[in-house]
């Protein structure tokens, strides 16, 4: 069966020594941001009492990316990418340590500014080195294991992070994590990443300027290069339309399907179990990636998929829908991964990468503001039907704009 040659090559992936260190440090570090994810949304609450609290929290995460993405794609296209993700991982770790002692909101505000402003820089830079670590033909392995591995020890951390907090408090779970940053950093400095063309014309001075003209070469590429610049609009649509449905589930989960804060619980466990099994059974039945209804697809399925559930009830089926739900979320992404990895040259790719997190960032920001002021006007239920309406329409104009674009095998690094 196809799905077993699928599971013998996540095998080899992670057998692959050039791989790893980086596939385990993070899946470490995943474990880690998982109950530190949710630590902090009850630290935010103890000690504000407030929802809208922790909704600003939520909106901390989002600005660094804004303010620092294009100077961190500058940055991660010009220095040593190892030495980016080992001081982010390091920074990080004493940012998390600093939350066992924060006893006011504003620290803790502060803190998760600085925690996201550190992985503007680490996010991108993982996706631009994974290339140079495993062959080509292995991309869509490499970001499956790596996927579908962080969401099963997600589903494990999320399972044990209540009762370790409801019985010993938030300290272990920052202590867990920061441990877990330093055991990243520690697994990537046993990586032999290869340097880059402009990391080695980095070792002279710079004036801004240089910097400047990066920047701008940067955004350049992005306006001229088919791919590139089409991908742009679609994925601004589909942020647009998911930002609001994403954070707005569990009033739909409260509201709609009239369902208890358990019953929540278990409509996250239905995505995460299809985002698990997405790439799984992606890899066992399809061939070749390289297409555009696998990029854009996902986006119409899922649209569907957030009409579906505004309308029906049954709490079966809304446990079905968001399997399906979370099947093509995964789908999607390491998909996109993949396909950035290939097609965006080695030089381009921390610019290019922070271009689409500033961009996918700005227009989350904006629905999540839209869908927060609609929502107790017309319903989230509406808010459901507009979103899915518009991820529906992202994937078919996606499919419509580089319908006849031919993907190009991804050269060695």
Same mark, same amino acid.
């Given at each position: ?231 742009? #609009?679609?994925?601004? +649509?589909?942020? *647009? ?5 994403? %954070? !707005? $589930? =569990? ?52 649209? #569907?998929?957030?009409? +579906?559930?505004? *309308? ?5 089926? %809304? !446990? $079905? =829908? ?68 518009? $991820? ?22």
């Amino acid at each position: 069966m196809r799905l077993w040659a699928v599971l013998r090559q996540y095998q080899r992936i992670i057998r692959n020594r050039s791989y790893f260190p980086l596939w385990l440090g993070q899946l470490v570090s995943s474990f880690g941001d998982t109950l530190n994810y949710i630590a902090l949304v009850v630290l935010v609450y103890r000690l504000s009492g407030s929802g809208l609290a922790v909704s600003f929290s939520v909106a901390l995460e989002i600005l660094p990316v804004l303010l620092l993405g294009p100077l961190a794609g500058v940055i991660i296209d010009r220095f040593s990418r190892k030495t980016i993700l080992i001081t982010t991982d390091v920074l990080r770790a004493g940012l998390v340590v600093l939350l066992i002692f924060a006893s006011q909101l504003w620290q803790v505000y502060a803190i998760i500014a600085c925690l996201t402003a550190a992985s503007v820089f680490f996010n991108p830079t993982v996706q631009a080195v994974i290339p140079g670590l495993v062959e080509p033909e292995a991309l869509l392995a490499a970001n499956s294991v790596s996927w579908s591995t962080a969401q099963l020890v997600q589903i494990v951390a999320s399972a044990l992070v209540g009762g370790l907090i409801a019985s010993i408090g938030t300290t272990p779970a920052f202590a867990i994590n920061a441990v877990s940053f330093i055991f990243s950093a520690f697994m990537i400095g046993r990586l032999t990443i290869p340097t880059h063309a402009r990391e080695r014309n980095a070792e002279s001075p710079q004036k801004p300027s240089t910097w400047l003209h990066d920047l701008r070469e940067g955004l350049i590429y992005a306006r001229q290069d088919y791919f590139i610049s089409r991908l742009m #609009i679609v994925q601004a +649509l589909a942020s *647009l339309a998911v930002g609001a449905t994403s %954070a !707005l $589930l =569990i009033v739909l989960a409260q509201q709609h399907l009239r369902l208890p804060p358990e019953g929540f619980a278990w409509l996250l466990l239905a995505i995460g179990a299809g985002a698990l099994l997405g790439p799984i059974l992606f890899g066992s039945t399809v061939k070749n990636y390289r297409k555009t209804q696998y990029l854009f697809m996902p986006y119409v399925i899922r649209g #569907i998929g957030d009409i +579906l559930i505004a *309308l029906l009830t049954p709490f079966p089926l %809304a !446990l $079905l =829908i968001l399997f399906i739900y979370g099947l093509n979320t995964s789908t999607g992404m390491v998909v996109y991964n993949s396909l950035m990895q290939g097609q965006v040259p080695e030089a381009m790719r921390g610019r290019v990468y922070t271009l689409m997190d500033v961009l996918w960032n700005l227009m989350q920001l904006l629905s999540l503001l839209a869908g927060g002021l609609l929502a107790d006007r017309v319903g989230v239920q509406v808010i459901y039907y507009v979103g899915g309406t518009m $991820l529906v329409g992202a994937g078919l104009l996606g499919m419509l704009l580089l319908r006849n674009y031919d993907f190009q095998e991804p050269v060695p690094q």
